[in-house]
C-alpha cells in the first residue's frame, strides 16, 4: 500500500518558485558545505594521514600538489565548507532547542551565518601564512 | 490525514519506522566534529610548520593520535548520517538502496583507512 501512487502525489513548490531570502540561502548552503566535506573534506584528510603512514616520499608529492595554486583553492574551500557548516550548524544547535525563529532574529543569524564563515577563513588563513 | 492503527498508535513510531535516532546521532556526532575538528584547526596553527618530520613526529604522541582517531570516527559517522538525508531527498527506488549500500561501504572503508594510517603512525613513531 505505502508503494501505491507514490509517483502521483502532489509536489510542493521547488526553489525557482519562491523569492530567495536569506534564510534559505543558508540552508542551501548548510547542505552544499556539508556534503562538499563528506566528499573532498575526508578524502584530503585520508591523503594526508596516507601520505603520512606512507613516508616521506608520497608526502612530498602531497605537499607538491597542496602548496600548486590549484591545491590551495581546494584547501581554502574545504577550509571555507568547514567554517561556513560550522557556523550553520551552530545556527541549527539554537534552532534545534527551539529559539531564533522571531522573523527578525532568524533573518539575523541567517545573514551572520555565512559572513562567519569567511571571516573565520580569513582569520585562519592569515594565522597560518603569517605565523 | 488519519492516526493510523492502534498497534500503530501504540508503537509511537510514525510512517518512517526511525528518525529520531537518526537526527540525534547527527546531532551528537556535529557535538564531536565541533570539538575535534576545532583541536586539528588549533593544532595546526600551533604546530612550527607542516613538514614530514614534524607532522608525523606529532601525530604519534597518544594524545594527538587518540584525538586524531575519535576524529576518524566522529567526521565518517556525522558525514555517511548528512549524506544518507542528500541521497533519500534525490535519488528514488532501487537506486536510492543501491547508493546507500555504496555509501555505507565507502564511510566504512575510509574510516578503516584512516585508523589504520594513525594506528601506524602511532606505534611506528618515538
Redesign the interface.
Known amino acids: 500500500m505505502a508503494q501505491a501512487g507514490t509517483g502521483n502525489r502532489p509536489l510542493s513548490p521547488h526553489l525557482q518558485i519562491w523569492k530567495w531570502g536569506p534564510h534559505m540561502l543558508v540552508s542551501i548552503l548548510h ?1 552544499v558545505t ?2 562538499g ?2 566528499i573532498a ?2 578524502a584530503a ?2 591523503w594526508w ?2 601520505a ?2 606512507s ?2 616520499e608520497a ?2 608529492v602531497l ?1 607538491g600538489h597542496a602548496s600548486a595554486w590549484y591545491g590551495r583553492v581546494v584547501l581554502v574551500g574545504i577550509s571555507w565548507a ?1 567554517f561556513s557548516h ?1 557556523a550553520s ?2 545556527r541549527h ?1 539554537v534552532l ?1 532547542i527551539g529559539a531564533g525563529y522571531e522573523l527578525g532574529a532568524n533573518r539575523l543569524w541567517s545573514i551572520l551565518s555565512p559572513i562567519l564563515g569567511i571571516v573565520l577563513t580569513a582569520a ?1 588563513w592569515a ?2 601564512l603569517l ?1 | 490525514m488519519g492516526n493510523g492503527t492502534s498497534i500503530g498508535r501504540v508503537r509511537g513510531l510514525g510512517a518512517a519506522k526511525a528518525g529520531t535516532h537518526h537526527w540525534l546521532l547527527q546531532r551528537f556526532t556535529a557535538v564531536g566534529n565541533l570539538l575535534l575538528v576545532l583541536w586539528l584547526v588549533v593544532s595546526i596553527l600551533l604546530l612550527p610548520n607542516l613538514s614530514f618530520a614534524t607532522v608525523s613526529q606529532w601525530i604519534s604522541n597518544p594524545l594527538p593520535a587518540t584525538a586524531m582517531a575519535l576524529l576518524i570516527i566522529s567526521s565518517f559517522w556525522h558525514a555517511r548520517l548528512g549524506m544518507q538525508v542528500m541521497v533519500e531527498d534525490y535519488i528514488d527506488g532501487a537506486n536510492r538502496l543501491a547508493v546507500i549500500i555504496a555509501l555505507n561501504l565507502i564511510a566504512f572503508a575510509g574510516a578503516a583507512f584512516g585508523l589504520f594510517c594513525v594506528i601506524r603512525l602511532a606505534l611506528a613513531g618515538a
Do not use: E, Q, T, W
Open positions: 547542505r556539508g556534503n566535506l563528506a573534506g575526508l584528510l585520508l594521514l596516507g603520512l603512514a613516508g616521506p608526502y612530498a605537499s568547514f560550522m550548524g551552530l544547535f534545534d585562519f594565522l597560518l605565523r
